[in-house]
């Protein structure tokens, strides 16, 4: 391309930037409008866009910092403009020029003033009208790299355009473009760079958000399709809920609304025979989702299901009763947690309430000494343990299964693609149950998880008290242990959590001096709490050390841990009563939503305090306030997905799960609902997109990534 030689293209490069196409999908991050007028009286509600004359230049400072200013007014008002590094306009406007002028503007120093503004002529030195005129124009405003600026990248753009334009073709169908009135695609791209309107920008960006989203479901239907090998008839795109949800795609997969459910678990069955053993009866969102895992196992295609529930909801209830089922069948079931301390928790918990069934449990991890890790390897390859419980150690490479065919997976989002991809190929494809505490927005997990059914579990086992939170400045702290010592002396354990190891952290060698676990613990053992037992855990206690204080702690012999966010999973101690975050504005919402579910989980009152700093960020004051007006996990996760974007929720921007251009699946959550539909509609009656008003799509679909959108394998 003209304009793009050795030195443009390294700075385009650096954007990510090597083709005419990748040059037209640099989408703007805004756009101006300078098809409107606005006055200088008018400098404080928008950007000013108005014809001036010239009337005077001065200049202030001395030599190197010597500035031009050049005072301007149009029919309403008088302005300076302060023209650092630009000397040159000193030649350019001389009083009495005509110009065009679009700035910001403030008021200082008895002046409407502006720094940051765009001047040009009316007209040329030699006559006529100026070519390059921006006026009554919409310009849009790219994202730029150091050298690049924005009159480069239009021009560089508007080749692009000219040189492309003729030979791009509508990626949609035909018969959505025309139901939605969308844009063709060239118009589109055209007018999403140098829209001749506002209302000519806003419909090429309907056009080419719905685009993405469109394509993002038929990424995420193919792979659906391919994994549960379904037939033109099995599309069908969730049931539950009526037509709301069909959108949505919950549910379970490829069932009308009036074929038969597999009942709740039958007499005589082992889920029946657990289930009376139970204290408790099921809460009616773990009784939903185990009849819905119950009519995906009995299907004839794999399962694929993400668990959501709060903490302390009884998500892993309802794994042991899908893993009972899979027992039943002649199978075996693996649960992976990605911690020791977890995957010991769910063993032992198993062992408590399976063994006496005659489900045979082993515990692996990568610490089994080499003589029992041998024989436990030997009976789960011989099929003699019905439930592995354990961390990485379960998809290593010596480890194999005779018969597996469920496989769990606890806080999925603590492990990668790869991670998942090798547990389940252990077993001839196994049924799939993934489980979070961490609740992701509906919108969000159709997105990320658009290719497996979601079962939530909202509701909490009955007599479960809410955790009373309170926030405190660190200057009160004092309020707090005094608080904690009652709940001590009442019998009852606490926690004490801390952003940091020790004190010789990269944070407070930077001079944030933050509270840290190790001296603190010192400290409360000393001077605040001397009186009563407490043991410090963080990552760096080796795994045999952990056990022995969790053990204490949960035998109650331990009445205070001071620990790091190591904590937030994986702790269940019913006795404890006190939960208490030091520095809480560095923890995100969801790890403060974790660490509070910790208490709570008994029948005795609990509480959370949210120790922050005395000066806070207005992000720190919007969290903290959220943790002080919300206790439902899901209204928590929506408004984290507010406040950080969808591209930090769920690990997506970190595993490279989703790329998009324009689109944002949370605030275009109803144009990602209607593209889900119209996806899956059309793979329903096309699964292999073979007639020929899909030949479009699949051509799209045959390059490596369709344009705009980027979606790895999960």
């Known amino acids: ?324 089922k899979a027992v039943q069948g002649g199978g075996q079931a693996a649960l992976l947690a990605p911690t020791e301390l977890l995957a010991r928790q769910h063993a032992e918990n198993a062992a408590a309430l399976l063994e006496p069934l005659g489900i045979r449990i082993a515990f692996l991890t990568g610490n089994l000494k080499s003589s029992g890790r041998a024989q436990l390897l030997k009976a789960l390859a011989a099929g003699e343990i019905d439930i592995a419980a354990g961390t990485h150690a379960l998809f290593s490479q010596d480890v194999a299964y005779r018969n597996l065919r469920l496989v769990i997976v606890d806080e999925q989002h603590r492990f990668g693609v790869l991670q998942r991809q090798a547990i389940m190929e252990k077993g001839a494809t196994p049924d799939l149950i993934m489980m979070s505490a961490t609740p992701i927005p509906r919108s969000l997990a159709l997105t990320v998880f658009g290719d497996l059914d979601v079962s939530e579990i909202r509701d909490l086992p009955p007599g479960r008290k809410t955790v009373k939170t309170h926030l405190k400045m660190q200057s009160n702290a004092k309020e707090v242990y005094d608080f904690v010592r009652r709940e001590l002396a009442a019998g009852h354990q606490a926690y004490f959590v801390y952003p940091l190891i020790d004190g010789e952290s990269e944070a407070n060698l930077a001079g944030l001096n933050l509270k840290d676990a190790v001296s603190m613990s010192e400290r409360l053992a000393r001077e605040v709490f001397p009186g009563f037992p407490l043991a410090l855990l963080h990552s760096k206690v080796d795994d045999d050390e952990k056990r022995r204080i969790m053990d204490a702690f949960r035998r109650g012999e331990v009445k205070i841990l001071a620990a790091t966010s190591v904590v937030e999973v994986g702790v269940d101690v019913p006795n404890a009563t006190c939960m208490v975050v030091e520095h809480a504005e560095r923890f995100g919402l969801s790890a403060l939503h974790q660490l509070r579910g910790r208490v709570g989980r008994g029948q005795a009152q609990s509480y959370c305090f949210l120790v922050y700093a005395d000066k806070l960020t207005d992000d720190g004051k919007t969290r903290l306030k959220v943790m002080l007006e919300n206790s439902d996990g899901f209204v928590i996760a929506e408004e984290d997905l507010k406040l950080r974007g969808p591209g930090q929720i769920a690990g997506i921007e970190q595993s490279g799960y989703l790329k998009l251009g324009l689109s944002d699946p949370v605030r275009d959550a109803g144009e990602l609902a209607r593209a889900r539909a119209d996806a899956f509609a059309l793979l329903e009656a096309d699964p292999e997109l073979q007639r020929a008003e899909n030949l479009r799509v699949a051509e799209v679909m045959s390059r490596a990534t369709p344009f705009g959108v980027e979606l790895s394998s999960f």
Not at 81 to 99: E, I, K, T
Not at 244 to 255: L, M
Request: glycine share 10%; hydrophobic share 35%; net charge positive.
């Open 1 to 324: 391309m003209r304009g793009a030689g050795p030195a443009v293209a390294a700075l385009l490069a650096r954007l990510g930037i090597r083709t005419v196409s990748g040059l037209l999908r640099h989408y703007p991050r805004d756009w101006e409008d300078r098809s409107r007028h606005v006055p200088l009286k008018d400098w404080n509600s928008s950007p000013v866009c108005t014809e001036v004359t010239v009337l005077a230049h001065d200049w202030f400072g001395f030599g190197r910092t010597k500035t031009l200013k050049i005072y301007v007014e149009d029919e309403t008002a008088r302005a300076c403009l302060v023209c650092f590094n630009r000397p040159f306009l000193q030649r350019q406007l001389p009083p009495g020029a005509r110009c065009r002028l679009y700035g910001q503007f403030y008021y200082k120093f008895g002046d409407i003033q502006s720094t940051a503004f765009d001047i040009e002529p009316i007209a040329r030195p030699s006559g006529g009208d100026n070519p390059g005129s921006t006026a009554g124009r919409i310009l849009p405003l790219y994202p730029l790299t150091e050298g690049l600026t924005q009159n480069a990248l239009r021009k560089l753009t508007r080749l692009a355009l000219d040189k492309a334009i003729p030979s791009i073709k509508n990626e949609l169908p035909d018969n959505i473009i025309t139901r939605d009135a969308l844009l063709h695609k060239a118009d589109a791209i055209r007018a999403i760079h140098f829209p001749t309107t506002l209302e000519e920008l806003a419909n090429a960006k309907r056009t080419l958000i719905y685009e993405e989203l469109f394509y993002l479901e038929i990424i995420i239907g193919k792979r659906a399709g391919r994994r549960r090998g379904m037939g033109n008839r099995e599309w069908g795109v969730g049931n539950r809920g009526g037509e709301g949800n069909r959108e949505w795609g919950v549910g379970n997969r490829g069932r009308s609304s009036n074929s038969p459910h597999s009942p709740l678990p039958t007499p005589h069955s082992l889920q029946h025979r657990l289930l009376e053993r139970l204290p408790f009866a099921l809460t009616p969102g773990q009784a939903a989702a185990v009849e819905e895992i119950n009519a995906d196992m009995d299907s004839p295609y794999p399962m694929a299901r993400l668990i959501q529930g709060d903490v302390g909801s009884g998500k892993t209830l309802v794994s042991f009763l899908a893993a009972l």
